[in-house]
Every structure is written in C-alpha cells, then in structure tokens.
C-alpha cells in the first residue's frame, strides 16, 4: 500500500484541500475518513521515483486542484458539482447521479414517473420506499450512475517494476478527468499521448472548465475516428497496434464492438489500462461523486452523510493508473491492469459495522474537529496544529488540440494512411 513519509492522515487531509470542500454549506469543514490523501502522496512519491524526478507532483493537493479551477465549495448531501446526492433509502442512504441530459428521463424510469427537469422530489420519495439493493437491480439495466453507500473491502492493484515510459506512444480513449490524468502524468514523463475520439462522441469534458480541460490535455494529440466506417476502423486497430500504453474507460464489450482486443494487444507486449467504475466484469456506470460516496467514502455530522471533496474517485484514480502504467512485469511481457474505481477508493479505507445505522461506515483516522482562529481554519492533527489548506491549481502548459486536428498527420507519421 502507498503511504506518504509522515503517514499522518488527519495533516494529509488537511493539506490536500479535501476538507474544505467537505462539509455543509456555512458549516464547518469536516476531516474525511481512511487515508486517500496519504496514500495519493504515496502514489505521487512513487510516480517521482519512477521518473528520476521528472515528475513531481504532491498528490495530495492533485485530489482537489479541479474546485480551484471550478470554484466549487462544499454542499453537504449534494456533490461540490452539484450532479449527485446523498438520499435516504429504506433501509440505508444511496448516492444517485444526474449528470448528463438522459438522466433525468432515465430517472423518471426507474420511479415509474414523468419527473420533468427536476427528477430529485421523485427520486427522494422513490428511495424512501426501496432499498438500496432494489435501486441497484433497476438502476444498473438502465444505465443510471446511482448506488447505496454499501461498502465492500477490495484491494486496488499495485505497481510491479517500475519503468521508464519516455518517448512512448500513449493512445488515450478516456474522457473526463481518471483516464485523462493517467495521461497528463505519462505525458509530463516524457510519453507521446494521443487523444482518440468518435465523430459522435468526443470528450464531453471539452465543454467544461477550459482552464482545467487545458491542465489535463495540453501538449497532447487529437485523433477522430469513426468505427463505423470500415476504412477508420481498419485505422483505429492499426493505431492501437502501433502503440505502447493503451487507455480507455469502456466496458469490453464496446470496445470489442469497435474491433480492440486487450488480450491480443498484452499477448504483443503492451500495457492496457481499463479503467472503469465498478471493474471491467460489472455493467454498472459511474462517476467520481457517486463511486466514491457508494464506496463509503463519506464523511458524517450530526444532520448525516456528506460527499467528501470533488468527484474524489476520479484524481485518486488517475494517479494509480499512471503509477501502475509507470511499473512493468520483470520479464519484460505485457500487462493489463484492470483499474476498478470502486476498489480504489474501497483500498483506502478501513470498515466497520455502525449498528445505530445498520450499515458499514468508514472510519476517521482520528477524532479531528476543525476549528476556526483568526479566519482560518485548523485542525490538531498527531503531528500538530495544521491550517486547512484551499483548493490549489497548477498552471496549464502547452495547447489544446481541437478534435481530430492531428488525425492525417499521426497516421501518416505510423504509415496507417
């Protein structure tokens, strides 16, 4: 397991800007359970190694740095972004997502209901009546980001040797922020990243944040290809047999609809990167909020349970897959790391059965109260008193390529087109 050097959890969480961005509204910042902040120092120590000091980041502060960008606070039982809550169910709590413009029409499915553009008042009277197992069987056939905070013990994947990735070819097809953070540390330790999209699909983190869009995929490629012509798809597969580092954010079974065979592309000595929500043999979808706060990272007032952070799930997965990209077996053969987010983010916690709720709870590093002097606030952490520290961005370096602006020039460099 990755530990910073001080393997102090409470000044970890303190000075990742974590626990400001977790909380109530107007309330007081709460410290977060488990150890994710330490182990992401841990992680970005690792990385630093594996790259002889090329790469130096402070993980920690990389699980907040989007809300710097964004500006997003803490909301309690609603996500710093504003797409998921924190609801009760019959027998427990559950976090559901409402993120893309399906979502509502596929929530008002689930309740049996027209939910209009405000599904919540539904969706809350809904849970109310069902448990959390009963939202998981009809929320995962229609696609819905929704689970109940129920907590299962699981062991991320750790790194085997580590590797230098410089002047590597990186064929990225994630979105969003796990995949694309995986690909920004490759890229800072010397990699070619090329991003690929579909003319139907691109990157709907595009039209996010500009700034943090920039951060992630600067300097990077664009490639657009359509699997549905025969001539791209040929292309597509000869792009991904040309590369060394493949990632991606699918389930198999789409990429094998687009022609990608993982076990081929190991069996040939490359490293696969599958990063998706729940493990590569779930169906269930996800995202950051949701993912982490089923997981059972949530923290916990008087009121009930809080989101902790900014989608934490994905930065905190993004820097293990760059670690694990950054490690290779001793004999040189190629690896597929099966990157489950859930498994992540369950790795960094420590369970046990709260019987006042009837369920797993994570439990605090130690019983650390924030509190407010001159302005700021601190927390007493076993190392001492240490000020919370804010959201913090990095600048972004290098352009932004438009889709597809580099897909004529990349092919024809690799003899594809």
Not at 111 to 124: F, I, L, M, R
Not at 369 to 381: D, F, I, K, Y
């Amino acid at each position: 397991m990755f530990e910073s050097p001080s393997a102090d959890s409470a000044r970890d969480w303190a000075e990742s800007g974590i626990a400001c961005l977790t909380g109530r509204p107007g309330g007081p910042p709460l410290i977060p359970p488990g150890r994710a902040a330490t182990i992401a120092r841990g992680m970005a120590a690792r990385i630093e190694a594996a790259t002889n000091g090329t790469v130096r980041l402070d993980g920690a502060r990389l699980l907040s740095e989007r809300a710097a960008f964004t500006g997003h606070r803490r909301a309690g039982a609603v996500s710093a972004g504003g797409s998921c809550r924190l609801l009760r169910t019959a027998d427990g709590w559950a976090a559901v997502s409402c993120a893309r413009p399906d979502d509502p029409l596929l929530l008002g499915a689930l309740v049996g209901a027209d939910v209009g553009e405000d599904p919540w008042p539904a969706v809350t009277s809904w849970l109310a009546d069902h448990t959390g197992q009963d939202l998981l069987e009809l929320a995962e056939p229609l696609g819905i980001a929704a689970g109940p905070v129920s907590p299962v013990p699981a062991e991320a994947p750790q790194p085997l040797v580590p590797r230098t990735v410089d002047g590597l070819l990186v064929v990225d097809f994630s979105s969003l922020w796990a995949g694309p953070l995986c690909s920004h540390i490759l890229g800072l330790a010397g990699a070619r990243v090329v991003k690929v999209e579909t003319p139907t699909r691109p990157d709907g983190a595009r039209l996010g944040n500009a700034d943090f869009y920039r951060l992630l995929h600067g300097g990077h490629e664009s490639v657009v290809l359509d699997p549905g012509d025969d001539t791209e798809r040929r292309e597509l597969a000869q792009l991904v047999t040309a590369a060394d580092i493949i990632i991606e954010a699918s389930r198999p079974r789409a990429l094998a609809g687009f022609g990608l065979d993982a076990d081929r592309f190991v069996a040939s000595g490359g490293t696969w990167v599958s990063i998706t929500a729940h493990g590569r043999d779930s169906f269930r979808i996800g995202f950051g909020d949701d993912i982490a706060a089923s997981a059972g990272l949530i923290a916990y007032d008087a009121q009930g349970p809080v989101f902790v952070g900014d989608a934490l799930a994905d930065p905190l997965t993004g820097l293990t897959a760059a670690a694990l990209a950054l490690s290779a077996p001793a004999d040189g053969s190629g690896v597929l790391w099966d990157v489950s987010m859930s498994a992540v983010v369950s790795s960094t916690l420590t369970h046990h059965l709260d019987d006042s709720e009837r369920m797993y709870r994570s439990s605090p590093p130690l019983d650390a109260m924030c509190h407010s002097l001159r302005g700021r606030w601190w927390v007493e952490a076993p190392s001492g008193t240490v000020a919370l520290a804010e959201p913090e961005r990095r600048e972004p370096a290098g352009d932004v390529a438009e889709s597809g602006r580099d897909t004529s020039k990349i092919l024809s460099e690799l003899g594809i087109r």
